[in-house]
Each structure stands twice: as structure tokens, then as C-alpha cells.
């Protein structure tokens, strides 16, 4: 376990979001993303809650933002070393946009994104 700070970890998951190209964070809209102490359920890193993009269509409009949850006390609780909060940290935030973006667990998986 890695004793880390709410502030670091939540400047850890800025990093990581500044490290997403420009071209793909220029497409996100009605997105918040949070740090979170607990996940709802144990072994849960991060949540993506809300219309993937590939699905919002004409209709969309109106709709309270989706929800990007990062579980800070739950990474830091499987992570032996900062170097590890860090890495685990940026895969949990792109995993989590990847969802977004329409992305589902078994391609992310497949391109070694956890």
C-alpha cells in the first residue's frame, strides 16, 4: 500500500489526463471526472457513468454530464511504490475515457489497457 495524499493522487489524475492526445480530448464533452475515496464495489479502480459517444445522437442534448469516478484509495491500496500509483493511475484514467469513447472492456483489454 502507498501512503499518497487526496491532492497528489488528484494531480496524479490531471497528469494523466494531460497525457491523452489533443486530437482525442478535443472530442470529449459533458464529461466530469472525479476522484472518488472508495468505489462501490472493492476491486474497482475507476467508472465510466454515462452515454458512450458512439451512442448520443440527435436526442442528446439537455443531459446531466457523464461521470468519470477514479477510486483513490483503492489504487493506492494495490500499488507497492509511487512509480506504481502513477502508471496505475494513467491507465485507470484512459481506461475510463476509453469507455467514452465507446471502447468496451474486451478491446481495451486486447490493446493491453487493462
Known sequence: MVEL???RFEELV???LDSI????TSLI???V???ED???EPGLLGLYEGVPLTERGDAYAGVLPDRISIYW???CAMCETPEQVVEEVRVTVVHEVAHYFGIDDARLHELGWG
Open 5 to 7: 495524499s487526496r491532492r
Open 14 to 16: 490531471a497528469d494523466a
Open 21 to 24: 492526445p489533443e486530437e482525442l
Open 29 to 31: 464533452d459533458n464529461v
Open 33 to 35: 471526472v472525479t476522484v
Open 38 to 40: 472508495e468505489p462501490p
Open 73 to 75: 484509495r483503492e489504487i
